[in-house]
């Protein structure tokens, strides 16, 4: 049985750091691009960064680029999101999504696919002060 179960998130100040698991189940984590997205009260689920299968390539949405970090440890079977300098912006719940294959090469680099098989339960991240 599939699963992917989120964890690590909370209330943190601007400017504090936060790191989400990601902790798959019933898969090899390998096979699949893995991406964290995350959704505010009242907007549209936004793609915030991604993992691809086999090579591992990285991908970020431009909001988040130098702040977060996405990373896999096969061993662990998990994928992790170490996000730094956080800002109130931030604040959503934070989901993970596994895709069968690697993610998309458009426009000269590396972006995160938009369709995903199955997404875990979500994670509440709170930047306030």
């Known amino acids: 049985q599939v699963q992917l179960v989120e964890s690590g998130g909370g209330l943190v100040q601007p400017g504090g750091s936060l790191r989400l698991s990601c902790a798959a189940s019933?898969?090899?984590?390998?096979?699949?691009?893995i991406a964290w997205f995350r959704q505010a009260p009242g907007q549209e689920r936004e793609g915030v960064s991604c993992?691809?299968?086999?090579?591992?390539?990285?991908a970020y949405t431009d909001s988040v680029k130098g702040r977060f970090t996405i990373s896999r440890d096969n061993t662990k079977n998990s994928v992790y999101l170490q996000m730094n300098s956080l800002k109130p912006e931030d604040t959503a719940v934070y989901y993970c999504?596994?895709?069968?294959?690697?993610?998309?090469?458009?426009?000269?680099?590396?972006?995160?696919?938009?369709?995903?098989?199955?997404w875990g339960q979500g994670t509440q991240v709170t930047v306030s002060s």
């Open positions: 999504a596994r895709r069968y294959g690697s993610l998309w090469y458009r426009y000269g680099g590396p972006v995160c696919p938009t369709e995903y098989e199955f």
């Open positions: 019933g898969l090899t984590l390998p096979d699949y691009t």
């Open positions: 993992i691809s299968s086999g090579d591992g390539t990285l």
